[in-house]
């Protein structure tokens, strides 16, 4: 079960609230793409190209959990983004945040809520689309 008990207006006021949230996401990514960068773990390579591509997911999974027919596809999308993105959270818990001025505790607290927007992004629409159709607008 999705979002039962809830009325279709306010369904639906979530849906686009969290796709407008990862688009918003996505987009500073570009905006302020140095604060990205300063999270990225070293391990990894092309630290630019990789900040770059995670704000195209979000925006594009954003966009694409707006509209019925491509719902279900951009959530699992923005699902595998979450996964993806948990080094670098879990690098920036580790050894801090250049340039962001965060408690370390904070950072830490951080690590779980990535599971919780999992399950959020997972129940307002995989399970919705399941429970109600993939077509319901």
Not at 3 to 32: C, S
Not at 49 to 71: D, H, K, N, W, Y
Request: aromatic content about 14%; proline content about 4%.
């Amino acid at each position: 079960m999705g979002l039962t008990g809830l009325n279709a207006t306010t369904k639906r006021g979530w849906q686009w609230g969290v796709g407008l949230l990862f688009m918003a996401a996505g987009a500073n990514h570009f905006l302020v793409p140095k604060t990205y960068l300063s999270m990225m773990p070293s391990y990894l390579p092309a630290h630019a190209e990789l900040v770059q591509m995670s704000g195209v997911a979000e925006i594009l999974g954003g966009l694409g959990v707006l509209f019925a027919g491509t719902r279900r596809f951009a959530a699992w999308g923005l699902i595998l983004l979450l996964v993806a993105v948990f080094p670098a959270n879990l690098n920036a818990a580790l050894h801090g945040w250049p340039g962001v001025s965060v408690s370390g505790w904070v950072l830490w607290c951080r690590l779980p809520f990535q599971a919780v927007f999992i399950w959020w992004v997972y129940r307002i629409y995989v399970t919705d689309s399941q429970s109600s159709g993939a077509n319901t607008r």
